[in-house]
């Protein structure tokens, strides 16, 4: 079990779910309610393990969601709100939110909200909630079509990762989760970024190790930034373009957060290579790596303005400037640098190259 004590807000415990930390932690809420939030696919894969294995929760009432991005909206929290309500749920009480980001995002934004805050802990089951949105309070759900447009920052009292749970995971999933641990190797370290750029079987993308120095990667960040002020914003990178491309297809045919995130980072490498003179050697080793796991999609030219305007609204932006994250090096990311619409279309120019090639 590896636990990450330097983390002040929740505790995180990598190993297996049974190895003493989780019912250590059940103990604190004996006598209390305990809920557990699942989406369909958690609740056929994964909870069977916690409601057969944990007497502490062979009574507690389950909730399921409906999966997929879709879903993480304020309707169905208003029906998992009301279902607490049903159940009597107190402030003392503790909601697990067992599934993938979108059980995790919802899940800790239902719970932050709910009597003025409920306990809660995260048990992801994707690798993308393992790496990276099970760790630092950030809570959301999306507004009509705005991705996280509403939200919290609010932590979960512990964190379990589990590794065992990817074995139900679709290996599209696990590549997903692959895009957020390569942008935790690009900004972080050339060791790190090297030894993702391995990982070309979904065996290897399982690695305890690897999920775990991403989970490292993230929660010093936050550690050292909680609220997002500064250093935190480089865990964005890949996210500008990436959330604008993400935002765009949602209503034509959606495309996952991960792969999302992957396109990102495509651009915004590039732009790093033209703006700040990243190195072309790691440039190209990106691009391969990216082409080759992902399917590389770009809208239509004359759609590029809707992207260019939703960056605008992006909230990560200030004073109206685009500012997404850029690299000096692989562990040198910096948020100093805006881009101008023509900078923007040279970057989407890239992009469409790469999904057309001649
Ligand atoms: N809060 C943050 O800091 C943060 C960071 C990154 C991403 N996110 C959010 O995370 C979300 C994406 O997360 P995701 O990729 O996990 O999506 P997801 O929660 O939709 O999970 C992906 C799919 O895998 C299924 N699934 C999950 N675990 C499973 C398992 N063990 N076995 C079988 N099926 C399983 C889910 O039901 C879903 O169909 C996005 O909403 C994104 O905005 C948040």
């Keep these: 079990m590896t636990n990450f004590d330097f983390y002040p807000y929740s505790q995180i415990s990598v190993g297996p779910l049974h190895s003493g930390a989780f019912e250590a932690a059940l103990t604190e809420f004996q006598g209390r309610k305990i809920v557990i939030l699942v989406d369909e696919n958690t609740h ?3 909870l069977d393990y916690l409601l057969t294995q944990f007497e502490a929760l062979k009574n ?3 909730i399921v969601i409906p999966a997929g991005e879709d879903n993480k909206v304020m309707e169905i929290c208003m029906q998992v709100w009301k279902a607490l309500t049903d159940y009597h749920i107190s402030r003392t009480d503790l909601l697990i939110n067992l599934g993938g980001g979108v059980v ?3 899940g800790g934004f239902i719970a932050s ?3 003025r805050g409920l306990t809660f802990m995260h048990i992801p089951t994707s690798l993308l909630a393992m790496v990276d949105a099970a760790i630092g309070g950030k809570n959301g759900v999306d507004l009509e079509g705005l991705k996280n447009q509403l939200g919290t920052f609010n932590h979960p009292s512990h964190i379990f990762v589990d590794p065992a749970f990817l074995s139900s995971l679709p290996e599209k999933e696990l590549w997903n989760g692959h895009a957020e641990t390569l942008k935790h190797g690009m900004i972080s370290s050339i060791s790190y970024f090297e030894t993702l750029l391995q990982i070309d079987t979904t065996d290897k993308l399982i690695e305890a190790s690897d999920i775990v120095e991403s989970i490292r990667v993230k929660s010093q960040i936050v550690t050292e930034d909680p609220s997002e002020k500064n250093i935190r914003k480089i865990l964005n990178f890949g996210h500008t373009f990436g959330h604008a491309l993400e935002t765009y297809f949602l209503t034509r045919s959606p495309i996952d957060h991960g792969h ?3 396109l990102g980072i495509l651009v915004e490498t ?4 033209q ?3 990243f190195p072309e050697n790691a440039f190209l080793k990106t691009i391969q790596h990216i082409s080759k796991l992902f399917e590389v999609l770009c809208p239509p030219r004359e759609e590029w303005d809707e992207i260019w305007e939703s960056m605008l609204q992006d909230k990560k932006n200030d004073r109206g400037t685009v500012r997404p994250v850029l690299l000096k090096n692989i562990g040198e990311a ?3 640098t805006s881009i101008d619409y023509e900078q923007f279309k040279s970057g989407m120019t890239f992009l469409d190259v790469l999904a057309h090639p001649k």
């Design 334 to 336: 910096t948020l100093n």
């Design 104 to 106: 995790c995002d919802m």
């Design 60 to 62: 507690a009432e389950v």
């Design 275 to 277: 703006l700040l003179s």
């Design 44 to 46: 056929d894969c994964c």
């Design 260 to 262: 999302a995130v992957a």
């Design 113 to 115: 909200l709910f009597k």
């Design 270 to 273: 590039f732009l790093s290579k």
